[in-house]
């Protein structure tokens, strides 16, 4: 079993890529490793054979998908050695078989010649333990067309589980778009490379347990290749958060400004303010409207509550940083406290009605975050939100451009895109977060980080940060259970993750 364990890891390096830049490398990581493309390809089949038996060792039938590119040849070599160990399986060809790489040929001719065979489409027997998954691979670029549409729809209704080679079928490896049709993977077990479509988009309701086989060539592709993509692990930024000084007080943790709590909407700002406390700023001012004072500052004296008033610039002065738009609203009030609360010369924070005012102007800073969900994406880029999400990192990467500073992008697989074409993908969070008020306590720990880091770290360190600690606060609180949790059942997990 150690020996198998060799060939696959479900301990994921940090560092994620696009698949063209794992394509066009494999054929010079093969020739450094005095091994021919067929010998790369052989090791992918293992390791794909050796997960399988190691994740299902009782399954016995096999249904293998081989697709009519270099996928595919793994799907050969993986069947092949699964008829050899005993199991019955079935193959059915996809795609023209005459036009099949070198590579993907020679793992057929070898499969051939174990005694194995290909099926037709109608006489295969869907009763089967585990379905392997080598039709398109990360290729994919353009919309699916029947009959893999409906091949794949056959797929996701059978009740075996579903291994994929390298990605689902029918997912984009750089973006996590859903092409179409996708296979839904209990398992993926990629090549070489962690491919960043695996981790944002869709990916999430597709992928599964996730592995990686670098085929032995992985850690060269690492040290010969560049990129500025990177998955956020568990516990990676936690040096960020030292212990204090045993000398600290509250002057030495920030002072946070948070503005906003229209009529109607003192909810958004309340957590907010109360998710920046737990995070450790030191002190946090809220300026509020009227209306909303009492509801903001009930059950929490800790905060410092105010109606927010033009001409308030003591509160811009005393301030480490400034968290706009949680329950902000859009009308007049709303804006002008907008353009007031951005002359602040310290880091803001800008989410909510925040976002939607600033779609409507043209504003550049190196000092802010930005934190829109598709929706405000879309609106700060003109596009439909379906344009967004077709392609998260790239959404991210222009609102960046566009508008400056950090964009942290709100969903399954947060995308965070900073200066120099820094970007990170958290992996943190659950379906338990599809409630109201998590975006108002993702600002509120962003702005409490903000009042603590900002003359320390960068804006795209800190949001990183301030992210992973989101996420992994739903993870814990998502122990009771996803669906029901509320975002204020994320505090004490806040704090939990705060003092590493």
């Not at 729809?153 to 996708?182: F, H, Y």
């Not at 943190?428 to 993702?442: E, F, I, R, T």
Request: charged share 20%; hydrophobic share 45%; proline share 3%.
């Amino acid at each position: 079993m150690a020996q198998t364990q060799e060939l696959f890891s479900s301990s994921l390096p940090q560092t994620l890529w696009c698949a063209e830049q794992v394509k066009t490398q494999e054929a010079l990581l093969a020739k450094q490793q005095g091994i021919s493309l067929s010998q790369l390809m052989e090791r992918a089949g293992q390791a794909a054979f050796a997960y399988m038996q190691s994740r299902w060792p009782k399954a016995r039938q096999i249904l293998v998908l081989a697709g009519g590119g270099n996928n595919g040849g793994d799907a050969y070599v993986l069947a092949r050695l699964a008829k050899l160990s005993g199991k019955q399986i079935q193959l059915l060809e996809l795609g023209q078989v005459e036009g099949l790489p070198e590579e993907a040929h020679l793992a057929r001719e070898a499969w051939l010649a174990a005694g194995g065979r290909a099926e037709n489409l109608e006489r295969i027997n869907w009763q089967c333990d585990v379905v392997v998954d080598g039709v398109l691979g990360t290729g994919l670029a353009s919309p699916l067309r029947e009959p893999l549409m409906e091949l794949f729809s056959r797929v996701n209704q059978t009740k075996a589980e579903v291994l994929a080679l390298d990605i689902p079928s029918g997912l984009c490896a750089d973006s996590g778009r859903n092409w179409g049709q996708v296979i839904q993977a209990t398992a993926t077990i990629t090549f070489i490379a962690l491919k960043q479509g695996l981790f944002t988009g869709q990916a999430a309701e597709y992928v599964g347990e996730l592995v990686l086989a670098d085929l032995g060539v992985g850690e060269a592709f690492e040290q010969q290749n560049q990129s500025s993509v990177k998955r956020l692990p568990r516990h990676l930024l936690d040096p960020m958060l030292a212990p204090r000084s045993r000398l600290a007080h509250k002057g030495h943790c920030g002072r946070a400004l948070l503005v906003g709590g229209n009529q109607g909407m003192a909810g958004a700002i309340r957590m907010a303010a109360e998710a920046c406390l737990r995070s450790g700023a030191g002190l946090v001012n809220v300026l509020t409207h009227g209306d909303s004072i009492g509801t903001v500052s009930y059950g929490r004296p800790e905060l410092m509550v105010s109606a927010a008033a033009l001409r308030q610039d003591q509160f811009l002065q005393q301030a480490t940083c400034c968290v706009i738009g949680p329950g902000l609203g859009q009308d007049d009030w709303a804006k002008q406290l907008f353009i007031w609360a951005l002359d602040a010369a310290v880091p803001c924070l800008v989410d909510a009605d925040g976002l939607n005012l600033l779609a409507k102007q043209s504003l550049h800073r190196v000092d802010w975050i930005l934190t829109p969900h598709p929706g405000e994406a879309a609106r700060l880029l003109a596009c439909s939100v379906a344009e967004v999400e077709v392609d998260r990192v790239s959404a991210a990467r222009q609102i960046q451009a566009r508008y400056g500073g950090v964009c942290v992008l709100k969903g399954a697989g947060t995308v965070i895109a900073g200066e120099e074409q820094q970007l990170s993908i958290c992996c943190a969070g659950n379906p338990g977060m599809a409630s109201g008020g998590m975006g108002d306590v993702l600002s509120g720990i962003i702005g409490g980080l903000l009042a603590q880091l900002a003359e320390r770290y960068s804006l795209f360190e800190i949001a990183c940060l301030a992210v992973n600690i989101h996420g992994q606060a739903a993870d814990l609180a998502a122990k009771q259970g996803e669906r029901g949790m509320l975002a204020s059942d994320l505090m004490p997990f806040i704090r939990q993750r705060v003092n590493p």
